[in-house]
């Protein structure tokens, strides 16, 4: 009896101890199925992010960019880079004069002829109407021959949230004469209202009369 006691006593001990050793072993795997599981888990939401944001951005850049335009235009000249950049930096009350056909007037609102933050109106005809424009000088770089104007009132406002005008001119190599660079950027209020390539005509033909107006100074 004793003996028979003993043996269901080590077999107890045994059962006993079996969940011990192996519980071990299965939280290990528990923990390792349980990393994998998060990995499984937090990589799709990130596949899923990754995959939306291209679309979101994809569909905002197309969204603004219908909306949102640029413009260049390269016009040829004899005069020199210095003598067409301070025609509007210094004097753009005298285009008019340059281009009458193109430009009525030119009037200091606000601050200094060629200094950023200074206001300009305008009074010009383009595209078979007389019109006004208010523009604010944003940047001169006059090492670079360069200045910008955003129109902050005006017909164009009509029409664009919007417009940013930059006059960059550079000296031709070897040669005499230079390049007039316009670069136009703007927004538009809607689908509807057409890319603003008529007035990109309209500062061509005024750079070419400039032109010659320079050069009928000299």
């Known amino acids: 009896m004793a003996e028979a006691a003993t043996e269901i006593a080590k077999k107890m001990e045994e059962k006993v101890e079996r969940p011990v050793t192996v519980a071990p072993t299965k939280t290990v ?62 004097r753009p009350h005298h285009v008019s004069k340059a281009s009458p056909g193109n430009v009525q007037g030119c009037e200091l609102h606000e601050g200094e002829w060629g200094k950023p933050g200074s206001i300009i109106f305008w009074n010009y005809f383009h595209d078979g109407e007389a019109k006004v424009a208010k523009e604010r000088i944003e940047a001169v770089e006059p090492e670079k021959n360069l200045i910008t104007f955003r129109i902050i009132e005006g017909d164009l406002m009509k029409e664009y949230k919007s417009f940013l005008a930059t006059i960059q001119v550079t000296p031709k190599h070897g040669v005499t004469g230079s390049i007039v660079h316009w670069h136009l950027e703007y927004e538009k209020i809607s689908e509807e209202v057409a890319h603003p390539e008529t007035l990109l005509q309209f500062c061509i033909e005024m750079s070419k009369e400039i032109d010659e107006h320079l050069l009928s100074e000299e």
């Open 29 to 90: 795997e528990a923990g390792r199925a349980a990393e994998a599981d998060t990995a499984v888990t937090v990589a799709p939401p990130e596949k899923v992010e990754t995959t939306n944001k291209p679309k979101e951005e994809e569909v905002k850049t197309t969204e603004t960019s219908s909306l949102l335009g640029k413009l260049e235009a390269h016009v040829e000249i004899k005069s020199s880079a210095e003598q067409f950049h301070h025609m509007f930096a210094g």
